[in-house]
């Protein structure tokens, strides 16, 4: 967990990554966190939701709504053309794709792919 901190800590003050968290009762109940980059298929610059999260006892409500549209305006803010995100495998995660759809994000096809190259993650 510590190493986790750390990580977030110096992403964070590069300004490499953004997290938006949302609250209920000074309470973190919602996360999203995100990047810019480019792409040039998309015109420039755009931002990756890394990880998007809600607790269990708030995914019904408006939260994650909420959180979404506070990293639309965040991306407009910054010029972004688009947001983009990979949903967890399917079809065990229907509802989290149904949730991204109902609020304006659509499946652009693929599946994300990794090769990691440091063997200290």
Not at 39 to 53: P, T
Request: aromatic share 10%; hydrophobic share 40%.
């Amino acid at each position: 967990m510590a190493g986790t901190v750390q990580r977030c800590e110096a992403l964070l003050s590069a300004g490499h990554y953004a997290a938006i968290i949302g609250w209920s009762d000074n309470i973190p109940v919602a996360v999203s966190t995100i990047a810019e980059t480019y792409a040039l298929y998309a015109g420039g610059k755009i931002g990756v939701i890394q990880e998007f999260y809600v607790i269990p006892e708030f995914r019904r409500s408006g939260v994650g709504t909420l959180l979404i549209e506070r990293v639309r305006i965040y991306g407009q803010q910054r010029g972004w053309s688009c947001i983009e995100l990979c949903t967890p495998p399917l079809p065990e995660f229907e509802r989290t794709l149904s949730f991204y759809q109902h609020n304006g994000l659509m499946p652009v096809g693929g599946r994300k792919m990794r090769q990691n190259l440091a063997t200290n993650n």
